[in-house]
């Protein structure tokens, strides 16, 4: 993942490598943002940017060494899913600096006095045995919610202060991130943010090659590599294999959905060379509706009020319903097909009610809530009518008085 991060976003890999080394080497406190939508590739971009400098396992208290430009520190990984109060932000720090038992003789009370102590710890025996701290805070904007948001108040004083070498670098999917920070809090943050955008089209096909692209191994043939990645060009270049991975990014963008789309393609072709086919079925098997299984286990009075709904949908272009509309449309679909079986209101009602219950409707907020007796609440179907007439299209043996309702532009 080094070779595409460095591809896709060398200048923003560059500046935090850049902060780490200047705290790190010189003792320059500084504070960053790293801001972009999920599944951009921020935590991935941050750890590259760090095993430039771990010495140990990309782990919580790994250390950090900037090498032959002397310089060590300690990383120190928050969460704020899972660090949601300073109390617990300041036992995690502490044990992440491995100082539990020096915090316990101390009888220290506020939490700036606590991570004074321990950062002033780390400063014992002069510079040149002194060790930096890069506090990395996943999930920023949750810190924000912080009870007068001490904790981002202490670190960012403490690295605009240069008290202690620290660097403070925060991830976020908020882009009015800042302005969730207290003023007093705001005064004290660097400003400097990184900015991630996702993958262009193009650039999302070149990763899917890179990431479908063997290098050199002396496990493997010279000319096993040549000839699979030959295979992978010609595989990527076919125009069904674009169009996968066309409908891939229009779906979602992120890495984690291309690779998962690969994965399941290789899967495929464990015993032979990649196909486009295997791009196809796997794009299928991503794209395939839930709904469409749900619609397959449904009695034929269940389809018969999807349809109903269906034609009211378009009726009313988009507007809620009600149990006694739909049950009007399927007594006038009972009366004009008399092949079909008519069922009783009640029988109809607890079909309809367990429609409800698969949330393939969902209730419409009125003034009325719960009040409303449920023959009466106003209902929205939650399939476009396209996509249900195509899938009840697809269901084998559907008796074709229902087919020929579905069709029918009459309700």
């Known amino acids: 993942s080094s070779d595409l991060v460095e591809a896709a976003h060398p200048q923003e890999l560059h500046t935090i490598q850049e902060l780490v080394r200047r705290v790190l080497v010189v003792g320059e406190s500084n504070s960053a943002l790293i801001v972009g939508p999920r599944g951009v590739g921020k935590s991935t971009l941050l750890r590259v940017a760090l095993s430039k400098y771990c010495k140990t396992p990309d782990t919580d208290g790994s250390s950090l060494s900037a090498g032959s430009d002397g310089g060590e520190g300690i990383l120190v990984r928050l969460h704020g899913l899972m660090h949601t109060d300073d109390r617990l932000a300041l036992r995690e720090i502490t044990r992440q600096l491995r100082m539990e038992e020096a915090a316990a003789t101390k009888q220290l009370g506020s939490f700036a006095e606590n991570l004074s102590f321990m950062l002033a710890s780390l400063k014992e025996g002069g510079r040149e045995n002194s060790k930096s701290v890069v506090f990395i805070l996943e999930e920023f904007d949750l810190f924000c919610h912080h009870r007068n948001q001490t904790l981002l108040y202490n670190l960012f004083d403490v690295a605009q202060s240069a008290q202690s070498p620290v660097c403070v670098i925060g991830l976020t999917c908020r882009l009015d991130v800042v302005e969730l920070l207290e003023k007093r809090v705001r005064s004290r943050f660097s ?15 070149e990763i899917a090659r890179q990431l479908l692209t063997l290098s050199s191994c002396p496990e493997i043939s010279q000319k096993s590599v040549r000839e699979w ?12 294999s674009q169009e996968s991975l066309h409908q891939m990014y229009d779906l979602s ?3 984690a959905s291309l690779k998962q789309l690969l994965v399941l393609a290789l899967s495929s072709a464990y015993d032979r060379d990649l196909r486009s086919s295997d791009l196809q079925h796997a794009a299928a098997t991503l ?6 299984k749900i619609l397959q286990g449904l009695s034929n009075l269940q389809l018969a009020l999807m349809i109903a709904m269906m034609h009211l949908t378009v009726t009313y272009e988009g507007d809620s319903f009600t149990f006694e509309l739909v049950f009007s449309e399927y007594l006038k679909f009972t009366r004009r097909r008399s092949s079909m079986q008519s069922f009783e209101r009640p029988v109809v009602f607890k079909a309809f009610d367990q429609l409800r219950a698969m949330e393939l409707m969902t209730p419409v907020a009125t003034s009325g809530g719960s009040c409303v007796q449920k023959e009466y609440q106003m209902m929205r179907l939650q399939m476009p009518p396209k996509l249900l007439c195509d899938s009840l299209l697809a269901i084998p043996n559907l008796p074709t008085d229902l087919l020929q309702w579905a069709t029918s532009s009459l309700a």
Do not use: I, T, W
């Open 191 to 205: 400003h400097r943010q990184v900015h991630l955008k996702p993958q262009s089209l193009e650039q999302y096909c």
């Open 229 to 240: 990645n030959k295979g992978v060009e010609e595989v990527l270049s076919a125009d069904n």
């Open 253 to 255: 963008a992120d890495m």
């Open 287 to 292: 794209f395939e509706d839930a709904s469409f």
